[in-house]
């Protein structure tokens, strides 16, 4: 099974970390990370996995970002609306998504321990509902 990862590169180093833990877990699930898209922020993943899922070859994604907490709300409105927008993509295109998005609100000593965490569920939780 091919899967597809949406990165967004806001927090590059965790995320680059994230994206290792969610390949090494691909491989214990015998799924392939097929294609990986870099994304400048949490707020461009559905577009690119809109754009991933059209394709016949990719039967599952995740998402793997950062949304922290800021002075304002901001943050928790967009994960919110990024959430949704996941959500009806599943539904659209019948292909699970992992949601791998630390936050909103992940206040910076939140972000090392859930980094791992993280990745592995949401490649867990496509290959789960792949069966």
């Known amino acids: 099974m091919n899967l597809g990862v949406v990165c967004g590169s806001f927090h590059l180093d965790e995320v680059e970390r994230m994206l290792e833990f969610a390949k090494d877990e691909a491989i214990s699930k015998n799924w392939l990370v097929h294609e990986i898209v870099w994304v400048p922020g949490s707020m461009e993943a559905p577009l690119a996995l809109d754009r991933m899922l059209q394709k016949g070859d990719i039967h599952g ?53 859930r980094l791992e965490p993280h990745a592995r569920s949401a490649v867990g939780a496509v290959a789960a509902m792949s069966e």
């Open 61 to 113: 994604a995740i998402v793997l970002g950062i949304i922290e907490r800021g002075e304002t709300d901001h943050g928790l409105v967009m994960g919110q609306s990024v959430t949704r927008s996941i959500i009806e993509l599943q539904i659209k295109y019948d292909k699970p998504i992992g949601l791998g998005i630390i936050g909103p609100g992940a206040a910076p000593e939140h972000i090392e321990p």
